[in-house]
């Protein structure tokens, strides 16, 4: 069974910085495009980022400049570098990942890490 586990959310300060681990397990050749979405309480889930699986990455226009997006293939991991973190970033953060298992592809999603903003 392919899982998704998510690691590094939690409460930071406005300005401050956290750091989100997404590593795949189980019987799947492949990962392609990797991603993170987020949703706050009351609102959609939103497109944060993605990254290809030869490293070219999107970001959605309200964390271009301060996330960064990044993978690991040989861990088969993606992170999310979060810096200037602001109250607005609050939410519940999920990865997900594109992944072949016995030549069919499908999405897989994370359990999802809350990632708070407050002082």
């Known amino acids: 069974q392919v899982q998704l586990v998510e690691s590094g959310g939690g409460l930071a300060q406005p300005g401050g910085s956290l750091r989100l681990s997404c590593a795949a397990s189980g019987p799947f050749t492949s990962i392609s495009t990797m991603g993170w979405y987020r949703q706050a309480p009351g609102k959609q889930r939103e497109w944060v980022a993605h990254?290809?699986?030869?490293?070219?990455?999107n970001y959605s226009n309200s964390v271009k400049g301060r996330f960064t997006i990044s993978r690991d293939n040989a861990k088969n991991t993606e992170y999310l570098q979060m810096n200037s973190l602001k109250p607005e970033d609050t939410a519940v953060y999920s990865c997900?990942?594109?992944?072949?298992?016995?030549?069919?592809?499908?999405?897989?999603w994370g359990q999802g890490t809350q990632v708070t903003v407050s002082s």
């Open positions: 990254i290809t699986s030869n490293g070219i990455s």
């Open positions: 997900n990942a594109a992944v072949r298992v016995e030549g069919t592809w499908s999405t897989y």
